[in-house]
């Protein structure tokens, strides 16, 4: 059984930064594939970024690209994203999911965290 925690999440002002943290737990974090999702309310949840475990490839949804990073350290476990020069549209619930490839799909991914909540104001 895999256990995601995420952390980090707030409430700041449009064009600030923010850091989540995703700690795993419970099965080798290094060998899964570590994506991030966003849902607003009432709306789906949707694909923001994954990083692949064997060679730190990196993929980001279109809206995000150039002001969010993806990174983890398979040492302590942890995922992360640095999210620069946030917006109002940014303002979801962000949840950390493991799974087997380097995908955009909700489907492809195994398990997920309870989320940590991100509110942009203007």
């Given at each position: ?9 707030g ?10 943290s ?13 994506g ?9 949840r ?14 980001y ?21 640095q ?14 999911a ?25």
């Open positions: 059984q895999v256990q995601l925690v995420e952390s980090g999440g409430l700041v002002q449009a064009g600030s930064s923010l850091r989540l995703c700690a795993v737990s419970g099965s080798t974090f290094s060998t899964y594939d570590m991030w999702f966003r849902q607003a309310p009432g709306e789906e949707l694909f923001v970024a994954v990083i692949r475990w064997s060679d730190g490839d990196t993929a949804a279109d809206s995000v690209k150039g002001r969010f990073t993806i990174s983890r350290d398979n040492a302590k476990n942890t995922l992360y994203l999210m620069n020069s946030l917006k109002p549209e940014d303002t979801a619930r962000y949840y950390c493991a799974g087997w490839k380097l995908s955009s799909w909700r489907d492809d991914y195994d398990y997920w965290g309870k989320g940590t909540q991100v509110t942009v104001s203007p």
